[in-house]
């Protein structure tokens, strides 16, 4: 229902207003369509012989004719008209203005939903389904803005081609709320094409606070953002790597989150902006495991599912869980230097020596345990330029990139 609510206030005024002038179109349509009955059926009354010579001149067969006495409304008058088979012409209009006026709702919906930063609320404490249904949405979304899908992984890369309004990132929210504390909403801004998360807000009674982005990120044009202090990596300090999961935590980062501001306001030593500052960042980073790690590895979705659901508190990673973690960058990077330098193998790849050893491209990116999203495109240049060729053909808008680079 929350969810439902929120996404009609995404309509934008523009949709609004095309729908009232496409309404004010059809109310204008039917009642002229209904003078005209008026005056047709006066002219039914007043000269019934010349009506009927009329009709039997355009039909084959006797039309029965049921005159109106005056005095009727306008829609009693379209009713008794639709009975004498005249209004055909009148029907036809007043269904295509009917038909135009959900068209045009639907375009706009669509242009204001791809406009618009998606927004998907998540309930901190609704468990492990919770978290499931979270990532599956946000996975079908992927998917449909992505410029294809190898082996299950959307490929969303930077420009994209599908993003609007222009072809460059994109992002969408992760929007945090807790059924015990409704007065509070937490916002979580994740970059579609990395899916890192670059900045959170909170809202106390429908009043939204500052942005704050991490030193290392940056924010869309049309956020003004406060810096943080602190990056977005994870800490490698051994004894400080987060312990994350569990249903205590979901609330650990909600309360985190929505009270910063508040604790920025007021004038305390030192030591506890200091303390604050250090279990802000802990916040974040379990936030990052939680809505962005999840998305990439499906271990660790699986973990964190089982946590939420075993009520267990929050604990360190397992040490290769945070391997992959903590290489993905790595991986990336490797796939992306192998695409610079040949087509991308399908299945197999060279010796691959890191941190984590492996030796073939369904060992990174498969179905059942490792990494599921991508964040550039590796696909060969005859994938791209056909693809390419064929948003041309749509009109689809330029994806931002040179024709020879495609």
Known sequence: MAAGARSLERV???????????????????????????????????????????????????????????????????SARIANEKCFPILAVTFYCVSMFFFVLIRL?????????????????????????????????????????????????????????????????????????????????????DLYLVAFRRSLDDNWGNWYRFSDQQVPSFIVALDLGFTSNYSRVPGSIPTVGGPEDMVFIFNTLARHEDRLRLVIPAVQRTLHIATVQRAVQNAAVVFCEVMRFIAVLLEMVRRLEAGEAASVLPGEMWDMITSWHVDCWFILDVRRRLALPAHHWESHVNEVDRQRFDQLINRVSVIIYIPELFTSDTRRMTRWQENEVRNIQDPGFPAADA
């Open 12 to 78: 934008s005024d523009a949709l609004r207003s095309e729908a009232l002038a496409m309404l004010y179109a059809i109310n204008t349509t039917i009642q002229m369509g209904c003078n005209r009955v008026i005056m047709e059926t006066d002219s039914i009354q007043n000269h019934p012989e010349k009506e009927i010579r009329e009709e039997s001149n355009q039909f084959p067969s006797p039309v029965r004719l049921i005159p109106s006495p005056k005095g009727l409304s306008g829609i009693e008058e379209f």
């Open 109 to 193: 919906s669509i242009h204001a939903y791809a406009q618009n930063v998606r927004v998907i609320i998540f309930d901190v404490r609704g468990g492990g389904q919770e978290l499931r249904s979270m990532v599956n949405r946000r996975m079908t979304r992927h998917r449909a803005m992505a410029l294809l899908v190898y082996m299950g992984v959307p490929v969303t890369p930077a420009p994209n081609p599908f993003n609007r309004p222009s072809p460059g990132h994109s992002y969408h929210i992760i929007r945090l709320i807790d059924p015990y504390q409704p007065r509070l909403q937490v916002d979580l801004l994740i970059r579609d094409t």
